[in-house]
């Protein structure tokens, strides 16, 4: 039997609904959607606030082991940026196994279903083992990815990244080893593995990834986006530091994006990660072609990314997601918020996610929601209906603030004013997976991730 879901309140696209009852199938789609209905007939009554569950639509599982470490600083040592955070990272990235990584991976991700994340598009490019040979399975650290997502209940697009080389013009270095494909036919074998990969979960599929500018020659980058699978959702690092536009110009007499937009044929199955900075004829170049951007604000932030020119590109009605990148964060409110602020606190104006229809949390939520599924290969942009899988998250409507909001006024409060804490039920695949901010698997996984945390010894 699968049990059927009330719920007090529920987001769909024409507003909040009161009392409505959803059944699923064993699979966890929905069969049916009944308004106006009474409590006793469900067998799991949800009282809260409702909406569909948040899309993280850009991770790197294996960074969580490093979150907040990278903020012990040697004081004699002034010059801590990006570049020397990504030696900190090759360091862990070169030490994990399979079975560590399935084990951060699956904490990871059942703290982001505590969060209200149901679905991860997991940018992945640690591939080979420690000694950068090819595991007997191309696809083994994908392949415990996508157990990890199983395990814990989690949506999963397993994006396998081609990585080529160390920069533009540049081979790749030793501490790259794990990550690397020499070409696009060897890059293709490894998508091919790990799309039988997929196949072994319901919630699994895949997308297929460049690195970045820097990652991969820019003619192979041309020749996949047109020679490669065109069904796929395509990710990309693009134009996050001002020295890979540095590079770019130097290497390639054009900017990252502005070389992107006029050699490859962008649409809206195009991911364009961070993006972070752009001239004016780049951002109109995402937005005209409906391409999309992930930004990730509390990673950039953390970083020293910078700010993506947010206001201008959505006077353009440009197309974004949020991803969480390196888990310094895992609450999608948070990441929304600072997104917003990092706007109005560069723009002195307030209106950053109001211009449409007035109600900025509505309006962040449903624009996560729409490119973020599309970042999944799911182009369906209706919250709950009869034939999608049910995937969801509640919040607790009995803290002070969100107990006095009317119904016009809760997704605002909501987003301004609450975070991952007060999300008190997450329903993935048709399953409650958390409940009161704990995974069904809590204390098992944690338990697991801090021995191979203690083993790694990262963290002493
Ligand atoms: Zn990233």
Redesign the pocket.
Known sequence: MTPTFFFEKILFNDGIKHNVRILTDTDGTITDIQPNATAALADEHINGITIPGFQNA?S?AFQYAMAGLAEIHDPSHRSDSFWTWRNAMYDLALSISPDDLEAIASMLYAEMLNAGYTNVAE?HYVHHDKDGQKYASLSEMGSRLIAAAQKTGMNITLVPIFYQKGGLGVPAVEGQKRFLSPDMESYLKLLESSKMDALSYKGANIGIGIHSMRGVDPEEIKRISEAGPQDLPFHI?ISEQLKEVEDAIAYLGQRPVEWFAEHIKLSDRYHL?HATHLTKNEVLSLAETRANVVLCPTTEGNLGDGIFPLNQYHALNGQWSIGT?SHVSLDPLEELRLLDYGQRLTSHSRMTFAHKTGDSGLFAINQALISGRKAMNDYNETYFKVGSVLNAVTYNLSTPLLASSADSKLLSTLVYSASAKQAICTISRGKIVSKEGHHIHQSELTKGFINVIHALKTRL
């Open positions: 850009h790197h940018f690092h990660v990148d």
